[in-house]
C-alpha cells in the first residue's frame, strides 16, 4: 500500500513535470502576433527603421528582403537558414547555393535591425522574426496603404545545406506543374502561388535567369521578339551565373507593389519562362485575370499568403535557438541553454494574457 501511495506520489511529481515542461511548449508551438509585445515592446519599430534606412538609400532592397524571407521559408522553414554563412555541418550553405548566390541581396540591412534590436533588447528576438518583419515593411514601403500584422515568435535554425535550397525552391526553368507541386509541398495551393508570384512587381532579376530558356520560348511564340530583343542587347553574350548584368523584372513600375506583374503576362513580357507560365495553364490563367481585374483584390489575397508563407514549418518555443549574430549559430559556450531558461518564464506572462 505504502508503496502504491509513493509510486502515486512520484507519478503526480512527475506528471506534473511533464505538463510543466509540455505547457509551455505546446503554447508556442503557434506564432502570434505582438509576441515581444512585453520582451521587446520595440522590436518591429526597431526593423522598421532600419529597413526605412536601407530603403531611402536602395529602393530595390525592399524586393531583397521580400525574396530573402521567401528563400528562407521554403527551405527548412521560416528559420533564418538562409541567413546562415557558415555551416556548422560543414559544407555548403543555402546562401551559397545557385538560386540564391549571388542573385540574393538583404543580408546587411537583416544584420543592421538585428543590431538596433540587440541593443534594444540582448538575445530575445529571433533573426527569422526579423526577418519577417522586414519582409512586411518592405510590402508597406512599396505599396500604398499596405500593412499586415506578422505573427512572430519563430526560432533560429542551426543547419543550412545548399542541397536542400536547390531541391525546395523553385527555379525559373520551373513548368506550372512544377509550380503547383513545389508550393503545395509548403502548404500553398495553386491560387496562392499566383498571387505570391505577384511579387515579382518588384525587383530585378540576373541574364542567366531567363536569356537562354527564352531563346527556347522565342521560337515557340510564347514571348514578345521585341522584349527578347531588348535582353539580348542587355546581356552579355557569354552569360554565366555571376554576370551581374540584371533587369528590372517590373519594367515600368519596379519599385511598386502593383498588379502590372499580371498585365505584362498575357502581352508575352513576363519575364521568365516560369512566370510565362501562369497564362499558360487554364486554371491559373483564371487567377491571373482575376488580379489584372482587380488590385484591390490582389493585394488582400497577398497579406494573406505572405501571413501563411511566414507561417511555414516555424521553430518555436524552446526548439533551436535565438541566435546573437544572424550569420552564425551561436557559440556552444554562449550558453543558448540561458535562452531556452529565459523564454519560458517571460511569454507564459503573456500567454495568461492571450487566453484570458
Ligand atoms: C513561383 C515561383 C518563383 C520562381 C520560379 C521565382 C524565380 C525568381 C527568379 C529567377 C528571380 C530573379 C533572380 C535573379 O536572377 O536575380 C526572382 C526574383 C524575385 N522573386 Fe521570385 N520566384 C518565385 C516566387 C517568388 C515568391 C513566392 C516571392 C515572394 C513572396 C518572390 C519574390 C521575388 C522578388 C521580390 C524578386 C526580386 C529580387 C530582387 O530584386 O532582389 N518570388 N524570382
Ligand atoms: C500584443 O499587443 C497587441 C496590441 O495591443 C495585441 O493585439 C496582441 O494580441 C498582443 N500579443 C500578445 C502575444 O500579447
Ligand atoms: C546604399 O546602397 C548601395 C547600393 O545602391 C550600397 O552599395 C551601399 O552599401 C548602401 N549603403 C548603405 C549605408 O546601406
Ligand atoms: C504603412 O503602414 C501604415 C500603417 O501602419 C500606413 O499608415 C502607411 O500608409 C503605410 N505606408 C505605405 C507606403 O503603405
Ligand atoms: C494546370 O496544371 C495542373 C498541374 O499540372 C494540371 O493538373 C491541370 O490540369 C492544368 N489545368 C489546365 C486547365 O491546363
Ligand atoms: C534553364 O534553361 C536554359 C535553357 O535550356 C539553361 O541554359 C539554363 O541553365 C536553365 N537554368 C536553370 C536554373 O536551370
Ligand atoms: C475587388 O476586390 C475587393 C476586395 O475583395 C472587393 O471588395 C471589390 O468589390 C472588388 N471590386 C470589383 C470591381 O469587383
Ligand atoms: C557576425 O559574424 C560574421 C561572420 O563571422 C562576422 O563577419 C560579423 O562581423 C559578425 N557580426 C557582428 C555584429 O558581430
Not at 545557385?98 to 540591412?109: D, T
Not at 511579387?199 to 520560348?217: I, P, V, W
Amino acid at each position: 500500500m505504502a508503496s502504491s501511495n509513493s509510486s502515486l506520489a512520484s507519478l503526480a511529481v512527475l506528471l506534473t513535470a511533464v505538463l510543466c515542461l509540455l505547457l509551455p511548449a505546446a503554447s508556442h508551438a503557434q506564432l502570434r502576433v505582438g509576441f515581444y509585445n512585453t520582451t521587446c515592446p520595440n522590436a518591429e519599430a526597431l526593423v522598421r527603421r532600419a529597413v526605412t534606412a536601407a530603403f531611402a538609400n536602395n529602393s530595390g532592397i525592399a524586393a531583397g528582403l521580400i525574396r530573402l524571407h521567401f528563400h528562407d521559408c521554403f527551405v527548412n522553414g521560416c528559420d533564418a537558414s538562409v541567413l546562415l554563412s557558415i555551416n556548422p555541418g560543414g559544407g555548403t550553405t543555402e546562401r551559397d547555393s545557385a538560386p540564391n548566390n549571388p542573385s540574393l541581396r538583404g543580408f546587411n540591412v537583416i544584420d543592421a535591425a538585428k543590431a538596433l534590436v540587440e541593443q534594444s533588447c540582448p538575445r530575445t528576438v529571433s533573426c527569422a522574426d526579423i526577418l519577417a518583419f522586414a519582409a512586411r515593411d518592405s510590402v508597406n514601403l512599396t505599396g500604398t496603404n499596405s500593412f499586415y500584422q506578422v505573427p512572430s515568435g519563430r526560432r533560429d535554425g542551426i543547419v543550412s545545406r545548399a542541397t536542400d535550397a536547390l531541391n525546395n525552391l523553385p527555379g525559373p526553368n520551373s513548368t506550372a506543374d512544377d509550380l503547383i507541386k513545389g508550393f503545395a509541398a509548403k502548404t500553398l495551393n495553386a491560387e496562392e502561388m499566383v498571387v505570391l508570384s505577384g511579387s515579382h512587381t518588384l525587383g530585378r532579376s540576373h541574364c542567366a535567369s531567363f536569356l537562354f530558356k527564352n531563346r527556347e520560348r522565342l521560337a515557340s511564340g510564347t514571348i514578345s521578339p521585341a522584349f527578347q530583343a531588348l535582353l539580348e542587347a542587355l546581356c552579355p553574350r557569354n552569360t554565366g551565373q555571376f554576370t551581374p548584368v540584371t533587369t528590372e523584372i517590373d519594367l515600368s513600375t519596379p519599385v511598386v507593389l502593383d498588379n502590372n506583374y499580371y498585365r505584362l503576362l498575357p502581352l508575352n513580357l513576363g519575364l521568365h519562362f516560369s512566370d510565362d507560365q501562369l497564362i499558360r495553364n487554364g486554371t491559373l490563367n483564371v487567377f491571373v485575370n482575376q488580379f489584372i481585374a482587380n488590385q484591390t483584390l490582389w493585394k488582400q489575397k497577398f497579406f494573406a499568403a505572405m501571413i501563411k508563407m511566414g507561417n511555414i514549418e516555424p521553430k518555436t518555443g524552446t526548439q533551436g535557438q535565438v541566435r546573437l549574430n544572424c550569420s552564425i549559430v551561436n557559440a556552444a559556450s554562449s550558453s543558448s541553454s540561458a535562452v531556452v531558461i529565459e523564454m519560458p518564464l517571460v511569454p507564459e506572462d503573456h500567454d495568461e494574457v492571450a487566453t484570458s
